[in-house]
Structure formats: C-alpha cells, structure tokens
Nanobody, 122 residues
Framework: QVQLVQSGGGLIQAGDSLRLSCAAS?????MGWFRQAPGGEREFVAA????????YYADSVKRRFTISRDNAKNTVYLDLNSPKLEDTAVYYC??????????????????WGQGTQVTVAS
C-alpha cells in the first residue's frame, strides 16, 4: 500500500506562483494531479509517466501549470504559474500501480493524497 502525502497550497494572488508537492511512500507508475472546486466534480489537471518523459495537461491549465517528478524522492510536483481565480479548488495528487490506459481518467489511479486547498485571490 502506497501512501501519498501532499504539501504546499494556501492563499495566493492571481499571477503569483505556487508549488504543490506530493511524496509517495513507495514505487508508483503514473502520477497526476486532480482538483475539485466547490459543487464540482474531481477533474483532471496534469499527469506524468513514470519516466517523466510523457506529460499530460488539461486544456485549462496548459502552458500555465507544469508537472514534474523526481523518482529518487518518489515525489511529484505541480507548479502553478499565473493562476487564475477559476483555479481555486482542492488539489489532489494521485498515483497508479500500473501504467494507466488513460492518464486523464481518475478511475485509473489507485492511490490518492489527502488534498490541499488552493485559493486564488484577485
């Protein structure tokens, strides 16, 4: 059983930068980030393959957010650059125990972090 522990998050101003981190207790395959706004469903944000060589982004965050991973530390990061008000949500990291057929499908992820609130203020 792999545990994911998230850090980072909080209140930021629109246009600032913020880094979210997620440390895994063991080996994982794909790692990703999802988010859930109040009253909304949990939606895909970004994902990275085990090697780090393949990246996936939701259209809403493409060219603004950057996902990366450090396998030596079993950690995945999400850099939020130029966040907008609509990026306010609880962010969850996720990890799969096998190569997923669809990196954007939350059902393909086995392990989840505890969630962290990101609030973007104007």
């Amino acid at each position: 059983q792999v545990q994911l522990v998230q850090s980072g998050g909080g209140l930021i101003q629109a246009g600032d930068s913020l880094r979210l981190s997620c440390a895994a207790s063991g080996r994982t395959y794909a790692m990703g980030w999802f988010r859930q706004a109040p009253g909304g469903e949990r939606e895909f944000v970004a994902a990275v393959s085990r090697s780090g060589g393949t990246l996936y982004y939701a259209d809403s965050v493409k060219r603004r957010f950057t996902i990366s991973r450090d396998n030596a530390k079993n950690t995945v990061y999400l850099d939020l650059n130029s966040p907008k008000l609509e990026d306010t949500a609880v962010y969850y990291c996720a990890a799969s125990d096998a190569p997923p057929s669809d990196y954007t499908d939350r059902k393909k992820y086995t392990y989840w972090g505890q969630g962290t609130q990101v609030t973007v203020a104007s």
